[in-house]
Each structure stands twice: as structure tokens, then as C-alpha cells.
């Protein structure tokens, strides 16, 4: 049963910081890509970053604040810096891709990140 947990999150100033992590267990391979995505209450869950081998992309709302980074054991970063009240939300993570052709599609619980004015 693979599972994947986010850690970090809180409460934090606009123009502050944060380092949301995303730990994976009961995998036996390395993930194609993952991702983060974000939900904030009445929206709908929306893409952040994804990082798929030496390749990131960002939404146009994070670009040049957001670092998306990964290690070797599935376990993915981001880094958010110049946080603004409007990144307020869950985080999630996600991971997906094919493994012996098979699809999988997995997501985390969420972590609440938010940003006070």
C-alpha cells in the first residue's frame, strides 16, 4: 500500500517562508513524476508544480516564488517563499506514471498552509 504524507505546513506572515515535504512509503519504485497541487475552500483543487526527472514546471501564479525539488526515495520538496494571504490552502501531494504498464495515481492527505496579511 503506497501512501504519501506532507509535513510542514502552518501558519505564516505574507512575505514569509515555508518548506512543505512529501514523503512516500510502500513503494518499490521510483516515481515518474510528482507533483503538488493546492485547494482552498469553495475552489477546486489546482495544479502548483510538478517535477518529472531534471524537469519542473510551475503555475503561472508561483513561478519565481515556488521551488519544486525531489530526492532520490520519492520524497519531493517545495519550497515557498513570498507567500501571499491568496496561496492559502490544502497542499497536496501526488505522484503518477506507469509502473510494468500498469497505471498509478496516488495522493496525499494534504497539509494546510496558511498566509495572514
Known amino acids: 500500500q503506497v501512501q504519501l504524507v506532507e509535513s510542514g505546513g502552518g501558519l505564516v506572515q505574507a512575505g514569509g517562508s515555508l518548506r512543505l515535504s512529501c514523503a512516500a512509503s510502500?513503494?518499490?519504485?521510483?516515481?515518474?513524476?510528482m507533483d503538488w497541487y493546492r485547494q482552498a475552500p469553495g475552489n477546486t483543487r489546482d495544479f502548483v508544480a510538478r517535477?518529472?526527472?531534471?524537469?519542473s514546471n510551475y503555475a503561472d501564479s508561483v513561478k519565481g516564488r515556488f521551488t519544486i525539488s525531489r530526492d532520490n526515495q520519492n520524497t519531493m520538496y517545495l519550497q515557498m517563499n513570498s507567500l501571499k494571504p491568496e496561496d492559502t490552502a490544502v497542499y497536496y501531494c501526488?505522484?503518477?506514471?506507469?509502473?510494468?504498464?500498469?497505471?498509478?495515481?496516488?495522493w496525499g492527505q494534504g497539509t494546510q498552509v496558511t498566509v495572514s496579511s
Open positions: 510502500g513503494s518499490r519504485f521510483s516515481f515518474d513524476a
Open positions: 517535477i518529472s526527472g531534471r524537469r
Open positions: 501526488h505522484a503518477d506514471g506507469y509502473y510494468t504498464g500498469r497505471p498509478y495515481d496516488y
